[in-house]
């Protein structure tokens, strides 16, 4: 593999190249595939909260210059001599991890994302230059065929496939691992990026959708993703209205806020589940709605390549997909503030085309 190592071409990319600068058009370099590689000539890359948090150094480690990007969907344009899942023009996928140790016990079960070693798609630590992984926001990726794929939606769903790879991916985990099904009432708080995809996924998965929003404007939003019940969280009485009655929360919700209120929505033995992020803690919550009704706080990361599969199959047996808005490149940095704003039905995916400075194609 060493005589492959030093061949890269460039590729057209957007990112930072400090904490405090706007995002910019930039060349940045890509290694010629290896043996076990398959290279993804990118269609759209969807925008997560998370490439904001990373680029704008909000998250301790941000290596420049920064390209980030984890929703990645697109074709293939070329693979390695010993790979043998995909072929040149293949629909793919890459979602927010590129590489693991591949041998630990969170390997062999499935659960890469778990894994000490586990590479993110950018500002992960690699061989190639500039020695950190630079992610999607960009014309081309070349990644190990372990960590791409498989597309099976049609074609002219693809931009709107970009958000599963990790707005579905990171609400699925937890709909699975705590069996949200038929039967089930589960909650889904913060109707954004990834509460809008997981309203629509529980829905599938059968079970009583309750969305908590502290918008009463998003009330007929979440019901037309499919949530049964919709509750503004600023609402006592309609909170009240749902005590001890949920089996599962999933909480999206990125800032910092009071979670006893949620608890003590929960059954005896109910979960509630953290997927949202924030850049400063949550307030401690109180002991005593834990153990009063044996209660668990739990937290979630994104999911496996073999669950990350499964969620991407269900999806296009369900006709599921993100509700997205279009971007080009050089909309960026606008889209980061509208993102901030809250701004967005429901998640931003970049058109790949318009980063060699045109006006965007249709693909």
Not at 24 to 42: N, T
């Given at each position: 593999?060493?005589?492959?190592?030093?061949?890269?071409?460039?590729?057209?990319?957007?990112?930072?190249?400090?904490?405090?600068?706007?995002?910019?058009?930039?060349?940045?370099?890509?290694?010629?595939?290896?043996?076990?590689?398959?290279?993804?000539?990118?269609?759209?890359?969807?925008?997560?909260?998370?490439?904001?948090?990373?680029?704008?150094?909000?998250?301790?480690?941000?290596?420049?210059?920064?390209?980030?990007?984890?929703?990645?969907?697109?074709?293939?344009?070329?693979?390695?001599?010993?790979?043998?899942?995909?072929?040149?023009?293949?629909?793919?996928?890459?979602?927010?991890?590129?590489?693991?140790?591949?041998?630990?016990?969170?390997?062999?079960?499935?659960?890469?994302?778990?894994?000490?070693?586990?590479?993110?798609?950018?500002?992960?630590?690699?061989a190639d230059a500039p020695g950190?992984?630079?992610?999607?926001?960009?014309?081309?990726?070349?990644?190990?065929?372990?960590?791409?794929?498989?597309?099976?939606?049609?074609?002219?769903?693809?931009?709107?496939?970009?958000?599963?790879?990790?707005?579905?991916?990171?609400?699925?985990?937890?709909?699975?691992?705590?069996?949200?099904?038929?039967?089930?009432?589960?909650?889904?708080?913060?109707?954004?990026?990834?509460?809008?995809?997981?309203?629509?996924?529980?829905?599938?998965?059968?079970?009583?959708?309750?969305?908590?929003?502290?918008?009463?404007?998003?009330?007929?939003?979440?019901?037309?993703?499919?949530?049964?019940?919709?509750?503004?969280?600023?609402?006592?009485?309609?909170?009240?209205?749902?005590?001890?009655?949920?089996?599962?929360?999933?909480?999206?919700?990125?800032?910092?806020?009071?979670?006893?209120?949620?608890?003590?929505?929960?059954?005896?033995?109910?979960?509630?589940?953290?997927?949202?992020?924030?850049?400063?803690?949550?307030?401690?919550?109180?002991?005593?709605?834990?153990?009063?009704?044996?209660?668990?706080?739990?937290?979630?990361?994104?999911?496996?390549?073999?669950?990350?599969?499964?969620?991407?199959?269900?999806?296009?047996?369900?006709?599921?997909?993100?509700?997205?808005?279009?971007?080009?490149?050089?909309?960026?940095?606008?889209?980061?503030?509208?993102?901030?704003?809250?701004?967005?039905?429901?998640?931003f995916v970049i058109d790949s085309?318009?980063?060699?400075?045109?006006?965007?194609?249709?693909?």
């Amino acid at each position: 593999m060493t005589d492959q190592v030093h061949h890269h071409t460039h590729v057209r990319a957007y990112g930072a190249n400090s904490a405090d600068k706007p995002l910019e058009a930039m060349d940045i370099p890509r290694r010629a595939p290896g043996h076990h590689d398959v290279q993804i000539d990118i269609a759209f890359c969807g925008v997560c909260h998370s490439d904001l948090h990373t680029v704008r150094g909000e998250w301790a480690g941000t290596l420049y210059p920064c390209v980030p990007g984890h929703e990645i969907v697109g074709r293939v344009s070329a693979v390695g001599a010993h790979v043998s899942g995909f072929q040149v023009g293949d629909l793919v996928g890459v979602g927010c991890m590129v590489d693991s140790c591949g041998h630990c016990h969170d390997c062999e079960a499935g659960l890469e994302n778990y894994c000490d070693g586990m590479v993110g798609t950018y500002n992960g630590k690699t061989a190639d230059a500039p020695g950190h992984t630079l992610g999607g926001y960009s014309e081309r990726i070349v990644v190990n065929e372990r960590y791409v794929l498989r597309v099976r939606h049609q074609p002219d769903q693809l931009a709107a496939v970009a958000p599963l790879l990790c707005a579905g991916i990171t609400t699925w985990s937890p709909l699975r691992h705590w069996q949200a099904g038929p039967g089930k009432k589960v909650g889904i708080v913060g109707i954004g990026g990834l509460g809008h995809m997981g309203i629509k996924l529980a829905r599938a998965l059968g079970a009583h959708v309750v969305a908590f929003t502290t918008s009463e404007s998003k009330r007929a939003d979440a019901e037309a993703l499919g949530a049964h019940e919709v509750v503004v969280s600023r609402d006592a009485a309609a909170m009240a209205a749902q005590a001890r009655s949920l089996d599962l929360i999933v909480n999206t919700v990125a800032a910092p806020h009071d979670l006893d209120a949620f608890l003590t929505l929960l059954k005896r033995d109910g979960t509630m589940v953290l997927v949202g992020a924030p850049a400063s803690p949550h307030p401690s919550p109180q002991v005593f709605n834990l153990i009063m009704k044996r209660r668990a706080l739990a937290g979630s990361m994104i999911g496996g390549i073999p669950e990350t599969q499964e969620m991407l199959d269900f999806c296009a047996q369900h006709g599921i997909v993100a509700d997205i808005e279009m971007i080009r490149a050089d909309e960026i940095n606008a889209a980061y503030e509208r993102m901030l704003q809250g701004d967005v039905k429901y998640r931003f995916v970049i058109d790949s085309a318009t980063l060699a400075g045109g006006a965007g194609t249709t693909r």
